[in-house]
């Protein structure tokens, strides 16, 4: 097991990353502050490792509720949010008891959300069980469910006390799932640390082929670069935006199409490409640059080309995005492979180029 | 006008209380990102101040938008909160505007915690236009929608930018409403502040006929108090909790009627007779102080007795209420007039007779 910290003054939190970690009551005990635990989780999760969970709090002694959500970003809405909210009064749960969120992003957003918003604010840990709320949303406090009108729209910074990425969770993840999630891990590559960019080019396959090691190292510098990102700037004032490389895009693209279409690793590949493509017309990145980023994805299993939805869609979609200042489209590009900067000004007609360039 | 400053560190924000406030967006100006604000007001109050808010913003080149709710506690519910959202995202409102809430306790609540929540939080301003709000809800962050099963129930602690007090606002405010004000603002006297006590039960009558001196010192002394005590414990580990005097008392009450019988002072001040007489119960107060009390609030023209419930119907809803812990009630009691504590150990027996002795 390898443990990171995320170092958040009087809210810094500890990552475990390992294997057969989420049965191990002695990891979580000491994160709770009364013997309650109210677990979130989902209708495909659930059946895999509820129990597991329930069954390794009950025997060190603690009570466990729990509620069972339908899958899906569609369902990360207030509707679904409602249900955890009426199960924790319900149960009478107080705002002392902890809640556990167990599932992908989806599931780890709402329940982060309304353990954020339950009598002001619950405790909370993060059990995540896809490669992407492994390596990027469990980590870091950013917590959301969706609006008609637009993706994490209403949400809190809220952080969590504990964060357990059980590798073997990932076992049973379907492989369209497990390229999403590489999705994130390359960008990190992408926008800080082109070491690991290097060792994902030689790796990748590896990934893709669920080799453990190469997947726990990977988790883990993931993790890294998430938790220094979030520890020098927690409310995205600034660095952080940078993990937005290719989202706005991407958000976009899941709008565009209906939340659920395309997976959000997917949309964020496909809209890396389109912020790669805009970087090179600025002259920051060369056409071979491109090539790698594509192959890249292409080796992940991963779209590098977005839907025809038209330029106009696609740039009316990203306004609505939360990446807008002043109505100025400011977008997360590449000035080097490893090295990505915010920028708002970016000609509307080369936004437009890119992202023609890079649809099919 | 008199400013005080409720001191959060970077938080910290002033409070300016006196009349002709609301007009003057000199005293908004300042502290908006934006020249862009969002209004949230409801149909009781927005026909009044609306536009002269508005005038006064558009005039200094601000741009505004405003959304105009369903007026009453029955409508602190997630669709009313939603109808908020709607507007913010069909507006197109960016993190950086700032919203404003113009209106009592409820639109205060309701703004703040959509302000918290939009884009995962976006600048706030409090312009309460009830007595309630102007001493009490509108200071000190705490912002909530209702659930079904309990009060206040989901919500966020979201500090506002600026509170802007306008004396003015309280020539339309009803009779019921201002003395439902009053109730908050023997609280402070009662549980940390004899002097003001004093003070009150000298001027009551002044207070009641709206005298304009009077009433701008009993909101000045209630915000000071308020600001003290939310510096010390902005989110209620310790001495913020003693601002619930009669107020898990007073939930029952409102909850068990449905929202919107009695006024939210109204249910507070028959709590704080259950309060007293348990606190007499104890033998930490004697039989004359509660009757001062009593007298205080009969002057007020507020309720001294709570409806009959049952009292099985009172502790059960008492004890969904937040202020429980690890299952104990925990309540606020006096210890001697003007000196309120936390007490977690009062026999169950004696809470009940406290209740059953003040009903009628
Ligand atoms: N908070 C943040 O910082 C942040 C960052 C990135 C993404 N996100 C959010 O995360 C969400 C996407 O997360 P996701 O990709 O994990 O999606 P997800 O939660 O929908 O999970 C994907 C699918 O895999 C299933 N699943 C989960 N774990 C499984 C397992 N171990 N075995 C088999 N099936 C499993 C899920 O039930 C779901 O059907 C989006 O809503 C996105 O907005 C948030
Ligand atoms: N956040 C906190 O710390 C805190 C503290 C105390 C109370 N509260 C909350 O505040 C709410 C009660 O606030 P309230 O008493 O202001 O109720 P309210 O907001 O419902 O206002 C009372 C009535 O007066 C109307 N009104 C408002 N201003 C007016 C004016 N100037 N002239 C004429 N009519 C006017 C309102 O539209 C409403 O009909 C409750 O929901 C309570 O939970 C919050
Ligand atoms: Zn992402
Ligand atoms: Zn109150």
Avoid at 73 to 101: G, P, Q, Y
Avoid at 168 to 187: C, H, Q
Avoid at 215 to 238: M, P, Y
Wanted: glycine share 10%; aromatic share 6%; with cysteine.
């Amino acid at each position: 097991m390898q443990t990171l910290n995320v170092a958040l003054g009087e809210r810094a939190y500890p990552i475990h990353i390992g294997r057969g970690l989420f049965g191990r009551a002695d990891l979580i005990l000491p994160h709770l502050k009364t013997q309650r635990v109210a677990i979130v989780t989902n209708t495909v999760v659930g059946p895999l490792y509820l129990e597991r969970l329930r069954a390794g709090l009950e025997a060190a002694g603690v009570r466990t509720v729990a509620v069972v959500l339908p899958d899906g970003e569609a369902h990360k809405d207030w509707e679904t949010l409602n249900r955890i909210f009426d199960m924790l009064l319900a149960e009478r749960c107080e705002r002392s008891t902890t809640l556990v969120a167990l599932g992908g992003g989806v599931v780890g957003d709402m329940g982060g959300f309304a353990a954020a918003c339950y009598q002001r604010g619950m405790p909370f840990i993060q059990v995540p069980t896809t490669l992407l709320s492994q390596v990027d949303s469990s980590v870091g406090g950013k917590t959301a469910i969706n609006h008609p009108l637009g993706k994490n729209m209403i949400g809190a910074f809220y952080q969590p006390r504990l964060v357990l990425a059980d590798i073997d969770t990932l076992d049973t993840l379907p492989d369209r799932e497990l390229s999403a999630g590489l999705a994130e891990v390359i960008k990190y590559g992408l926008i800080r640390d082109p070491e690991f960019l290097a060792w994902l080019e030689a790796n990748l396959d590896r990934l893709v082929a669920r080799d453990t090691d190469a997947l726990a190292w990977a988790i883990e510098r993931s993790c890294r670069n998430k938790a220094e990102v979030v520890a020098a700037d927690e409310t995205e004032q600034g660095e952080r935006a940078l993990l937005n490389l290719g989202h706005t895009f991407g958000h976009a693209i899941e709008t565009g199409l209906g939340y659920g279409e395309w997976l959000h690793g997917e949309a964020v590949a496909a809209g890396t490409m389109m912020a790669a493509e805009l970087s090179r017309r600025l002259g920051w990145i060369d056409t071979a640059a491109v090539a790698r980023i594509e192959a890249l994805f292409e080796r992940a299993r991963l779209p590098v080309w977005g839907p025809r939805m038209g330029v106009e869609r696609y740039v009316e979609l990203m306004s609505h995005d939360k990446k807008v200042e002043a109505g100025k489209l400011r977008l997360v590009l590449l000035r080097a492979l490893g090295r990505a900067v915010m920028h708002g000004e970016a000609p509307a007609g080369e936004i437009a180029a890119a992202i023609e360039a890079r649809c099919r």
